[in-house]
């Protein structure tokens, strides 16, 4: 459904998107991760049309969008959300999701004049559509409040909702979970599976809480230095060693370990007290927002 084709986006002399080649297959929805700074956001803001690619192209549906403008991506069905929600604070829920919609008769001014009826008739209809969305989300009984009086996660449901009123192709989630309590990213993470399986919809999400990963995406990519390293289902991400350098550095996979204190397979909670750090062995585990080896009997790896 999309595809990357070596895309480059530069700052300056900082390469923030550097040669990014990737696919997103229509009904996925696809998990983007990798360490801050690795790109991930830069590349959803160029996808979306937030910048034009230094070079490099992006197709949706063989059709190249590449440097469209996110208004003519919107046309096309392609939306993102942002790590920080951007609601209109004073307007009410509700509000904010009639307003969606374009070409509402409302915002031309002969429309605004001259087609007062019409314009009746069409809010009717969005107001209808927008309370079955609110109640799709589970956060009807907040319609008639303010946006801006929204906590985090529930701003993060009503941007969810918003794809919803222009039966959205594809949607761009950048840290949804951020800042965002269990409880709501539960609810977050049932939406967008029900959108998925009911609706089609196809996800592509950023996101440092590797159980929200682990739960919804499939495929999971994996971004450094603005470059994809590796892509796959979660436990090939976790195992790959590219990867584990990329979180914990090559420096602490090849630090010495102190020969005469450590036990070299014993116990665990030991050689932590020997060497003052957690030891964790084997491939990584992704869990929450920290990223450490799962144990096994390996080489020795300090917690990051």
Request: some cysteine.
């Amino acid at each position: 459904m999309i595809v990357v084709e070596g895309l480059h986006k530069h700052f300056g002399g900082a390469r923030a998107v550097d040669g990014a080649s990737l696919a997103i297959r229509q009904g996925s929805i696809t998990g983007l991760i990798g360490p801050n700074g690795a790109g991930k956001t830069t590349l959803f803001n160029v996808i979306a049309g937030e910048h034009a690619p230094t070079s490099g192209r992006v197709l949706l549906g063989g059709d190249d969008i590449t440097g469209l403008a996110p208004h003519e991506l919107f046309e096309r069905g392609l939306l993102r959300t942002f790590q920080i929600a951007h609601e209109f604070g004073s307007m009410s829920v509700r509000e904010n999701l009639m307003m969606v919609p374009g070409g509402q008769s409302g915002e031309r001014l002969l429309g605004a004049l001259f087609s007062r009826r019409r314009i009746a008739r069409e809010e009717r209809d969005l107001r209808v559509r927008a309370d079955e969305v609110l109640a799709f989300l589970t956060i009807d009984h907040l319609a008639d409040e303010r946006a801006g009086n929204l906590s985090g996660g529930q701003k993060k449901l009503l941007e969810l909702g918003r794809t919803m009123m222009v039966d959205a192709r594809i949607v761009f989630l950048d840290e949804v979970g951020a800042g965002v309590n269990r409880t709501l990213l539960n609810t977050i993470g049932d939406a967008i599976l029900r959108l998925n399986r009911e609706r089609g919809y196809t996800f592509v999400v950023i996101e440092h809480d590797m159980d929200f990963i682990a739960r919804l995406c499939d495929p999971v990519i994996c971004m450094a230095e603005g470059r994809v390293l590796a892509e796959g289902t979660l436990d090939e991400i976790k195992a790959n060693e590219q990867v584990i350098e990329a979180y914990l550095g090559t420096g602490l996979k090849n630090r010495p370990r102190a020969a005469s204190a450590v036990p070299p397979y014993g116990d665990v909670a030991a050689s932590a007290a020997v060497t003052g750090d957690p030891v964790v062995r084997g491939p990584i585990m992704l869990s929450g927002a920290r990223v450490r080896a799962a144990p096994d009997a390996g080489t020795g790896l300090a917690d990051a």
